[in-house]
């Protein structure tokens, strides 16, 4: 049974479905071939079955499972990257997401010209940029790289910058991917005590992760997803009984 908040819904997936397509064949050869050896030229991936999740104001929620079983796919459907194939995904306020290293980032511009590009997409105005332009920088520790092109930062600097970002934005619900893994542990110290922090300010916080330690120390509720379907929804600890007891 997926559990109900009580407190007020921020995100509703009500029977969620998402297939994806395969293709079989790279060039125009291969598909005329396939064709006429009646092969099939794609075929079609559930990804997610019937998803049924309502997350309420001020929670923080971990999606757990094994590779591939469906948690990135959710994270973009609830984000608006990804359309459900059947169903439908609801959110109320506005939604931060930190979903892949670099999303968003212009290679070409630099951390500075990034800063006011990301933080626009993410509603903020040129005034409210310039008035956090300083605390962004510092809490990403970009330092004199920050008029450096972003395509010569390491992966952890294109973390650090974008989270940097994401948290200064007034979002509602903030959705976050994997991406604190390429962090190091000094910065992933310090994104989990920003993350316990907005945590008490009621943000609702959706955080995918393999790290089960984090994931312990800032969610109070874990989904355990396995081939597309939750198999539990209910108390951290008890997800993460929930996923080591399964096989993929
Ligand atoms: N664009 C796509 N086209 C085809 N298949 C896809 C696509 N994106 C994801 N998939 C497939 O959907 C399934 C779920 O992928 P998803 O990335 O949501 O899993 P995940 O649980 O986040 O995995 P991981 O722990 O490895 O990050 C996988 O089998 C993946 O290969």
Not at 161 to 176: E, M, P, R
Not at 198 to 209: C, N, P
């Amino acid at each position: 049974m997926p559990k109900t908040s009580e407190a007020p819904a921020r995100i509703i997936v009500d029977g969620v479905s998402k297939t994806y397509r395969l293709r079989h064949t790279q060039s125009f050869k291969e598909t005329f071939t396939a064709w006429a050896r009646r092969k099939p030229i794609s075929t079609s991936f559930q990804a997610l079955e019937g998803i049924d999740v309502t997350v309420g104001e001020g929670e923080s929620i971990a999606v757990l499972g094994y590779n591939g079983s469906g948690k990135s796919t959710l994270l973009k459907l609830i984000s608006g990257v990804l359309r459900p194939d059947r169903g439908r995904v609801l959110t109320r306020g506005r939604v931060a997401g930190l979903i892949e290293v670099g999303a968003g980032f212009h290679p070409d511009l630099s951390g500075r010209e990034n800063v006011y590009l990301n933080a626009a997409i993410l509603g903020m105005s040129k005034d409210e940029i310039d008035a956090k332009f300083d605390e962004i920088v510092d809490f990403s520790e970009i330092g004199e790289f920050i008029d450096t092109e972003v395509k010569h930062y390491s992966s952890g600097m294109f973390v650090r910058l974008a989270f940097a970002v994401a948290i200064q934005t007034s979002f509602d619900i903030l959705l976050v991917d994997e991406v604190l893994a390429v962090g190091d542990a000094p910065f992933r110290e310090k994104c989990k005590a920003k993350i316990r922090e907005l945590a008490e300010r009621d943000k609702t916080l959706f955080i995918v992760s393999h790290d089960l330690g984090m994931i312990s120390e800032l969610c109070d509720r874990g989904i355990v997803l396995r081939r597309g379907n939750v198999i539990f929804d209910g108390p951290v600890s008890d997800a993460i009984q929930a996923l080591k007891a399964s096989d993929r």
